[in-house]
């Protein structure tokens, strides 16, 4: 157990709909990084927070959005569903963003139908 | 897109045997970190090395870094069935942000 946790495990939805991921980092990790990871396309880095303020975005969709709050919790919103959205969507968080070790969540499965 | 390229995409072995997985990548890097990925489960973080670093243990794990041939590689020892799974190099770059992964390697190890 990583210490990270995503809510949901499972998600099915629709064509054109939009979904809420979450994400609690570990206890006193600042970082949250959000990643995709696809068949075709492997582990994309989406976009990371830094308490609460975005530090990096990678190949991020202009169809999501993510945020970090107060209490360091993140969000990542997916809308207007496309079909190849569906993929296994990790929260991960570090202490330390300049250097040190990300630790991943269990991750959320999406499948876009 | 991905850094890493690793090499082999899938090694079988028997139980007892030795793996052993490579990684490339391109650009100038602060660490470099393993990763293992249970069948559609999240991943799990083996090992970091540091770019100053040549050679790390963990265990069963023993982990190298090339930095003029930006390579590394990552071997297991007395490999189990309990360790088949993928496996993930990924490189950090100086400045912080985002791990870049490589492809994996898938390993199968047979009791």
């Known amino acids: 157990d990583s210490g990270v946790t995503q809510t949901p495990k499972h998600l099915i939805t629709a064509t054109g709909q939009r979904v809420t991921l979450r994400c609690s980092p570990r206890s006193g990790d600042l970082s949250v990084y959000w990643y995709q990871q696809s068949l075709d396309q492997g582990l994309q880095f989406l976009i990371q927070?830094?308490?609460?303020?975005?530090?990096a975005k990678g190949n991020i969709l202009e169809r999501f959005s993510a945020q970090q709050f107060p209490d360091l919790h993140s969000e990542l919103n997916l809308s207007s569903l496309e079909l190849g959205d569906s993929a296994l969507y990790f929260c991960?968080?570090?202490?330390?963003?300049?250097?040190?070790?990300?630790?991943f969540g269990p991750g959320t499965r999406l499948t876009v139908l | 897109s991905q850094q890493g390229e690793e090499d082999p995409q899938a090694l079988s072995i028997q139980e007892g045997e030795n793996a052993t997985m490579n990684c490339s990548y391109k650009?100038?890097?602060?660490?470099l970190q393993w990763y293992r990925q249970n069948s559609g489960r999240g991943l799990v973080h083996l090992i970091l090395?540091?770019?100053?670093?040549r050679e790390k243990h963990s265990g069963r794990l023993r982990v190298t870094l090339d930095t003029s041939k930006k390579s590394s590689s990552l071997l297991i020892t007395a490999s189990r069935a309990a360790d088949t799974a993928s496996y993930f190099c990924a490189t950090f770059p100086y400045g912080g942000g985002k791990l870049i992964f490589g492809q994996g390697t898938e390993l199968s190890v047979k009791p």
């Open positions: 927070y830094y308490n609460g303020e975005e530090r």
């Open positions: 991960a968080s570090s202490r330390d963003p300049r250097t040190d070790t990300q630790y």
């Open positions: 090395i540091r770019s100053n670093e």
């Open positions: 650009t100038s890097i602060n660490n």
